[in-house]
């Protein structure tokens, strides 16, 4: 079986779940690629989705959140951003072409409204992997043939808003690297990191991106006390990391990271007793397979796609929104305090882990692969 991931780099997450889907194919025997649909755009166009998109994020991710909502609904925004989508991704084409495979999978939805045009030519099946809980309007374009989704809430929407979808929407979790579930003792990763195993970790994290006040939440996690180490991850926003290194001046327990390769995060994931964070598609189900529990901070949150997320987070009894420092500094230090809640949070988190969601992906297109369907 032959697979083309088709991906967009629009912050890590989109990328991540594609290549977490791809190792496990190949680890399987099958052949796959990951292609990210941006190097085969206009340069204009390529800017927006991936400039445009972060600096909105970053400096007024209100305008972000507006769009988001706006394009969620078949009006003017959704059929303007589709007819960008379908005219800018057209070489992709000779690249679907020359890889003739049998299944094309989008982890962004970007490429979804040519894919059914390009079926005439090049017999494949398609399946999208939605990498958030809310399924937003831009994951129904096209007629994918199979649909990955992390939970069965996020399934119940899908159908909702498509009943024809039947049972074309299956529930694996998020395709995250399944090393996040390994869970060695959480002592024995603070050492690794060269902190205090006796003390509570709190990691603090805005995704690849970097957007949000960080250094006003270091300061308000430094403010709690109870012995806590902090480790605070940046991402590309080298602004940011200056200054919440000028923040911590060199406290003891308070490292700062920029952006870190998946190795390094497996590691920070695994030493924190607790997580301070935006709740994007993979930090979460991250979070989940590690069993840390979540404090879904406002002030990072991506207004749109990731309001969702943290709904389900308290829904589930897996984390708390936190509105401000304020909030985050009472919040935290009433978790320090109540280990038996904490430990209770961590335990709901298991429960709603996945970690094998991207061998499940995977399983799931070579028992489903066959004779790829042409349609004219």
Not at 16 to 26: P, Q, T
Not at 145 to 173: C, H, I, M, Q, S
Not at 263 to 273: F, S, Y
């Amino acid at each position: 079986m032959r697979t083309l991931l088709l991906s967009a780099s629009t912050g890590n997450g989109h990328m991540s779940a594609a290549f977490a889907v791809e190792r496990e194919l190949l680890a399987m025997g099958h052949e796959a690629r990951t292609v990210d649909v941006l190097d085969y755009t206009a340069p204009g166009f390529r800017r927006w989705y991936r400039g445009g998109y972060e600096t909105l994020v970053r400096r007024m991710p209100a305008v972000w959140g507006l769009l988001y909502r706006a394009s969620d609904r078949p009006r003017f925004a959704y059929r303007f951003q589709t007819g960008l989508d379908l005219r800018f991704v057209e070489k992709v084409r000779a690249v679907v072409a020359a890889e003739r495979p049998d299944w094309v999978v989008c982890t962004h939805s970007l490429p979804q409204p040519s894919l059914e045009r390009w079926r005439s030519e090049v017999g494949y099946r398609v399946g999208v992997v939605v990498t958030d809980l809310y399924p937003q309007l831009m994951w129904l374009r096209g007629a994918p043939d199979r649909y990955f989704v992390p939970v069965e809430w996020t399934r119940d929407k899908l159908l909702a808003r498509n009943p024809a979808l039947g049972d074309k929407v299956e529930v694996t979790g998020m395709p995250i690297d399944a090393r996040f579930g390994d869970r060695p003792e959480r002592g024995e990763a603070k050492r690794a990191l060269g902190l205090d195993p006796s003390r509570p970790v709190v990691l603090l994290t805005v995704g690849g991106i970097g957007g949000g006040p960080m250094a006003t939440a270091v300061h308000a996690v430094a403010s709690v006390g109870r012995g806590a180490q902090a480790v605070a991850v940046c991402g590309r926003n080298e602004a940011a990391r200056l200054a919440v290194q000028r923040a911590v001046q060199s406290r003891p327990g308070f490292l700062v990271r920029g952006h870190v390769p998946i190795d390094e995060m497996i590691g920070l994931v695994h030493a924190a007793d607790v997580m301070v964070a935006k709740p994007g598609g993979l930090t979460t189900f991250e979070a989940l397979a590690a069993g840390v529990p979540f404090l879904v901070y406002r002030p990072f949150l991506i207004p749109g796609q990731e309001e969702g997320n943290g709904d389900f987070l308290q829904e589930k009894g897996v984390g708390e929104w936190v509105e401000g420092p304020a909030d985050l500094a009472r919040r935290l230090a009433a978790l320090l305090d109540d280990p038996d809640r904490l430990a209770a949070m961590g335990s709901a988190a298991l429960t709603y882990a996945r970690p094998d969601a991207a061998r499940q992906i995977a399983e799931s297109l070579a028992r489903l692969s066959g004779p790829a369907v042409v349609r004219g």
